[in-house]
Structures are given as C-alpha cells and as structure tokens.
C-alpha cells in the first residue's frame, strides 16, 4: 500500500520491490488515480481494480454501493466472476529532425486517455503553430490552442470537451482534435491504430510548446523536434464487477447525453 498523488507516485517501488509477479492492483480514487495506474502498470500486464473513493465522473472506476461488504468482492475475484476490460494505450516519443533519424531524444510516455501537445506559459495563455504528419504524409498546420491525440477511452475527456468524436472504448482507434483552432475548416480525424502521428512545433519563439501525458507535464518539446505518438505495445486491463455493465448507460449518467427533451414510449422494443 502508498499512496498516489501529483507528488507521489508508488508504483516504482512496488514494481521493483516485489519478489513475485503482482495479480492485482486495487486503486482508491477517481478517474485521475485509476489512468496514473494504467500508466505505470500496463506495461507488466497487472490488471486494475479501480474504487471509486471521492472521484466526481468515474469513468473507469467501480461503485461498490451494491455490494453488501468487501468480503463478496473478494469472494468474486478469488472465484474468477468478473470481466477484464482491455483498453487501448498510447506512446509517445521526442525525436530530433526528420522521419528519417530513429534515435529517442526522450524517455517513452504512456497514456491511457489522450497525449496533448500544447503550449504552457506561467503569465498568459500562449497560442501554437502545430504541423501534422501522418505515416510520414503532411496532414495539415494547425494554429491554435494545440493538438489532442487521443484513444477511445479518452474520447469522452478532453476531446470531447475539444468537440471531437465520442468512439467506444471497445475499439481501436486514434483521434487528433484540434484545441480552439483558428480556422473553421480545422477538423477532428479518426485514424486507424496503426498510424503514427508525427507532430512539429512551429514558429515557437519563447520555447513554451510540451508535451501532456492525460493531462501530467510529460517534456518540453524544442524547434526542430518532433513527437511521434502511435499505439502503445500495452494495453491497460480493468476489472469489472457489475454484471449490468453498459457503456452507453455511462455515458447517459456521466455525461448527461439525452437527445430528446421529450421521452416517448416505444412499445415495438417489448
């Protein structure tokens, strides 16, 4: 047991203290503590109980409030009556100069939900030239706010608050969603898992462009670098104990989405 905070961070000692191969993590918190221990534990495929203790959406964590006491969760995880949720990851990497040269200018970054390439200034709220390549292919500039490469678990985050495409976590895929764009033909894109994004910051005179790891200060990013974000070779694995388990019924609670202002009865479902 430690604890787990924006200055405290466990999972180093446990991984390297442990004698034997960790079954099970059990993480108390909100959403922010269950994606700071798919970081650090997908890695060595150990799967995550994530209770929701103080956490506002819980989105990736357990409610226990239908369980009578801890003992009946036990006794389901010692049984093998749950379900393990495989979600898809990304890295990202720092490179100097073009597609051509391979050699990591920074450490592997992991994220659960989105990589964010923006700007961070201590006195005002900077703006970024991005340029995108996918698979080596130039996509388009961006001016603006910055860049959102996200995974279907983050899609309903920052991207979505970003206006971009809701994707079912169940699936594979990328999202890049431009921040505030200046341009109204500056679009969100759904891209395969297999693509690479590549990402340049441009015309970056006070050097304030980084690179955010859901939402952590991951690096500082300088003129002539570049951020390649991919899918990750992990995946992060949670463990889901409500049998009536939905997707869509989480994100009609989590996220309020209701169409209709009217509800009508549909007989013909019955």
């Not at 991984?15 to 079954?23: K, R, T, V």
């Not at 340029?131 to 678990?153: F, H, K, N, R, S």
């Not at 969100?188 to 005179?205: E, M, N, R, T």
């Not at 974000?229 to 869509?248: G, H, P, T, W």
Request: charged residues 20%; proline residues 6%.
């Amino acid at each position: 047991m430690g604890p787990n905070g924006p200055k405290d961070n466990p999972y180093p000692v446990f991984l390297a203290s442990s004698n034997s191969p960790i079954d099970l993590a059990v993480v108390l918190g909100g959403d922010g503590t269950a994606l700071a221990a798919a970081r650090n534990l997908a890695a060595d495929g150990i799967p995550i109980l994530a209770a929701n203790v103080g956490g506002h959406l819980g989105f990736l964590t357990e409610s226990f409030e239908d369980f009578q006491n801890t003992e009946e969760i036990w006794d389901r995880l010692s049984e093998d009556r749950y379900a393990v949720q495989k979600r898809m990851m990304l890295q990202a990497t720092v490179f100097e100069g073009n597609r051509s040269n391979l050699e990591p200018q920074s450490d592997r970054f992991l994220a659960l939900n989105e990589m964010c390439v923006k700007p961070a200034s201590a006195d005002r709220m900077p703006s970024c030239i991005l340029e995108m390549e996918v698979d080596g292919e130039v996509v388009d500039q961006y001016q603006g706010d910055g860049l959102i490469v996200a995974t279907p678990t983050g899609s309903t985050c920052y991207t979505a608050s970003a206006n971009g495409p809701i994707m079912h976590s169940g699936m594979d895929a990328i999202a890049v969603t431009p921040i505030c764009p200046l341009s109204l033909s500056s679009r969100a894109i759904v891209l395969p898992p297999g693509s690479v994004v590549s990402i340049w910051p441009l015309a970056d005179y006070e050097l304030s462009t980084k690179l955010w790891t859901d939402g952590i200060l991951g690096t500082a990013i300088w003129p002539g670098q570049r951020v390649d974000v991919r899918r990750a070779d992990c995946e992060a694995k949670f463990i889901i104990l409500r049998e009536n388990y939905s997707y869509y019924n989480t994100l009609r609670e989590k996220l309020h989405w209701a169409g209709a202002r009217i509800r009508y009865s549909n007989n013909h479902r019955n």
